[in-house]
T-cell receptor, first 112, second 112 residues
Framework: DQQVKQNSPSLSVQEGRISILNCDYTNSMFDYFLWYKKYPAEGPTFLISISSIKDKNEDGRFTVFLNKSAKHLSLHIVPSQPGDSAVYFCAASETGANNLFFGTGTRLTVIP | ETGVTQTPRHLVMGMTNKKSLKCEQHLGHNAMYWYKQSAKKPLELMFVYNFKEQTENNSVPSRFSPECPNSSHLFLHLHTLQPEDSALYLC???????????FGPGTRLTVT
């Protein structure tokens, strides 16, 4: 059973607008969350992370929001740029555990 | 060369062949990982090495055999694979176990 879910396989956004990518998890013990970006023919690249003691982390155009009660996190990209077009994976882990769980990814297309 | 490199980038092998995938990281990291990504499935963690010691084996069939001779190199030895083992195999490293992971470009494996 998947512990991290990204229910939207794809998302299209106009350049300059906000992109919102969503991720849900089922394991309440997860306390560290990450977003990775993947271009074709390349490995995933770390983008931004958040620990469960926070509900928001911002890095430039990228902001991750964590809602622990809803077991939901989201990645906001604003303003979106064509170079942001990629597949975005969320991942979650539990401190002290021996695994990192990934979602299936959301393909973001930013239209110029 | 910097980052995480993987060779070969593409591999086609028969079910009776023996082959090896190689991963090398030039980041001075202490932990290395093998992941499998099948079509439309999330990344699946296969093996974790921390300071050259295997710390996790996620119920991976014995036809996959990892080897970590030092903190910079990681191998995945393959023998008598099945067609369903065809996938993208990604290597990653991190400064310590479960820190931010840096991925290689992956090896696209096809078993015929």
């Amino acid at each position: 059973d998947q512990q991290v879910k990204q229910n939207s396989p794809s998302l299209s956004v106009q350049e300059g607008r906000i992109s919102i990518l969503n991720c849900d998890y089922t394991n309440s013990m997860f306390d560290y969350f990450l977003w990775y970006k993947k271009y074709p023919a390349e490995g995933p690249t770390f983008l931004i992370s958040i620990s469960s003691i926070k509900d928001k982390n911002e890095d430039g155009r990228f902001t991750v929001f964590l809602n622990k009660s809803a077991k939901h996190l989201s990645l906001h990209i604003v303003p979106s740029q064509p170079g942001d077009s990629a597949v975005y994976f969320c991942a979650a882990s539990e401190t002290g555990a021996n695994n990192l769980f990934f979602g299936t990814g959301t393909r973001l297309t930013v239209i110029p | 060369e910097t980052g995480v490199t993987q060779t070969p980038r593409h591999l086609v092998m028969g079910m009776t062949n023996k082959k090896s995938l190689k991963c090398e990281q030039h980041l001075g990291h202490n932990a290395m990982y093998w992941y499998k990504q099948s079509a439309k499935k999330p990344l699946e963690l296969m093996f974790v090495y921390n300071f050259k010691e295997q710390t996790e084996n996620n119920s991976v069939p014995s036809r996959f055999s990892p080897e970590c001779p030092n903190s910079s190199h990681l191998f995945l030895h393959l023998h008598t694979l099945q067609p369903e083992d065809s996938a993208l195999y990604l290597c990653a490293s991190s400064p310590d176990r479960w820190g931010e992971q840096y991925f290689g470009p992956g090896t696209r494996l096809t078993v015929t």
